[in-house]
């Protein structure tokens, strides 16, 4: 992987919040000073008083200026001008081009000096810079312990870290939605710094119901029975169920394990009756994923589970012999067939590279090689972790999906340009936002990422982020990047 820049996170604040103390232990010293001087006490509490309400400005002030200070769209207009833009629309990238932004969205897309700016419009010059779509990473999980692990101080970290790292858009793949509503709320409107937030209702068979991962997502709810944590057996009234997953704001359901292929194609197609996308697990326990692809289900997910195309027999074979030959193993009409449904389906495909990097190296190659095959064939891909990044305190440093990115690109054979493509117009479909994600049009969300280096030339150029722009709203990139235009 290429290295990293690292700063510190966040680390406006506490400087911040010491200053705001040393103003008040200096208010502190005054108003002794005072009394020793026998000054009235109308008068000590009043420079008191000033002196707190001093520190207090300072702090706010200082607050303000944090990397992860929330920030919302001004009413006004704001243009980027010199800049060498790749849109996601499949135009080559455009040198000298001007991106013109009014509150929330794209007001205008054009050359520089083409069309007049409108009076009072704040200018960033950034000639020699690169402009690129905000990216979407389609896997994460943030709410899947909400009393522990991800709790909401350490979501926002997450969020906030994604964020500055060019993230303006992330797909939570199951966790309890009382947190992620809560959350998706407050990114949408800018109370915090943060990604707006797709997330899903996950369905799966009784079984699954015993790892505990389900019950802390639905804490203080019977386990199963939660409409966004759904235990799915031949009893379930579907189309009472989807309605109940609907009404917790989830965007899509999520299949996982357990079920059968009858009950995925049945639960899809009332889905899908009810206009809501759904999202699963290539593989379960008893599905291949050829049946999956065949249920008609819109997002299939982690490259390991479309080897289990293999069968059960196979698979444990090519996980034995996982020293063995990986490239061009899976060009085989076994796995072509399987390629060529989903081309029909426009299944949508998301490897999660990343983690199998990270944790199961002996199989890394083969979903690496299985990706690159499917990109061969023409299958859409999408870029997603299975993580996000760091919520610990302590140094900043850039999102997943950078390295997701790197992956797609060193390993899997997809060219930056095809990489940049699977993290923002592909990606927005995924999320079925097309219409407000993705490229950067006239009208669509103004999510922007300002970039020092050319991705087009390295892929890991994408994490030399000068500014994000998200619904309109500025933020630096990460913090080694803190100066203004």
């Not at 001093?54 to 009413?75: D, F, H, K, N």
């Not at 007001?107 to 069309?115: K, L, Q, W």
Request: hydrophobic fraction near 45%; glycine fraction near 8%.
């Amino acid at each position: 992987m290429a290295s990293r820049p690292r700063g510190f996170y966040g680390n406006g604040l506490p400087f911040a919040l010491r200053l705001a103390r040393a103003v008040l232990m200096l208010a502190g010293d005054r108003v002794e000073e005072y009394t020793r001087r026998s000054l009235s006490q109308e008068i000590r509490v009043h420079r008191s008083v000033t002196l707190v309400g001093i520190a207090c400005l300072l702090a706010a002030s200082l607050v303000a200026q944090a990397p992860c200070a929330p920030r919302r769209a001004g009413s006004g207009y704001l243009a980027l001008t010199g800049v060498t833009l790749w849109s996601g629309t499949g135009a080559p990238a455009r040198t000298g081009m001007t991106v013109l932004i009014r509150g929330e969205r794209i007001a205008a897309v054009f050359a520089d000096g083409a069309e007049p700016l409108p009076d009072s419009t704040e200018v960033h010059s950034w000639r020699g810079k690169y402009v690129i779509p905000g990216l979407i990473d389609t896997h994460v999980h943030l709410a899947t312990d909400p009393s522990g692990e991800d709790v909401r101080a350490r979501a926002e970290r997450r969020l906030c870290r994604a964020l500055l790292g060019g993230v303006t858009t992330v797909r939570d793949m199951a966790g309890d939605v009382r947190a992620l509503a809560s959350l998706e709320r407050d990114a949408l409107v800018g109370d915090i710094a943060a990604p707006d937030i797709y997330y899903a209702a996950l369905w799966a068979g009784p079984s699954f119901f015993s790892d505990p991962r389900t019950a802390l997502a639905s804490r203080g709810i019977p386990s199963g029975s939660a409409p966004w944590m759904l235990s799915v057996d031949s009893t379930t009234d579907l189309r009472q169920a989807v309605l109940e997953a609907r009404g917790t704001g989830a965007t899509a359901l999520k299949l996982y394990w357990a079920l059968t292929p009858d009950q995925v194609a049945a639960i899809t197609a009332e889905a899908h009756r009810q206009h809501v996308p759904v999202w699963a697990h290539a593989a379960m326990e008893d599905v291949l994923p050829l049946q999956t692809v065949n249920a008609g289900v819109d997002v299939v997910s982690h490259a390991g589970l479309l080897l289990r195309q293999l069968g059960a027999p196979g698979y444990a074979a090519l996980a034995k012999d996982s020293t063995g030959p990986a490239r061009g193993r899976f060009n085989t009409p076994q796995f072509d067939s399987l390629m060529a449904a989903m081309r029909l389906h426009g299944t949508i495909y998301e490897p999660t590279l990343f983690v199998y990097h990270a944790e199961t190296p002996k199989l890394y190659r083969f979903t690496a090689e299985i990706t690159r095959r499917a990109h061969q064939l023409g299958v859409p891909i999408v870029a997603g972790t299975d993580s996000i990044g760091s919520g610990d305190e302590g140094p900043w440093q850039l999102p997943d999906l950078q390295e997701e990115l790197e992956l797609l690109v060193r390993d899997a054979g997809l060219s930056p340009a095809d990489a940049l493509v699977a993290a923002t117009r592909t990606a927005a479909q995924a999320v079925s936002a097309s219409d407000q994600l993705g490229t950067i049009e006239a009208g669509k969300l103004a999510n922007l990422v300002v970039l020092d280096r050319d991705p087009l030339k390295d892929i890991a150029n994408t994490a030399a982020v000068r500014e994000v722009i998200k619904r309109g709203a500025v933020y630096p990139g990460g913090p080694v990047t803190l100066s203004p235009p």
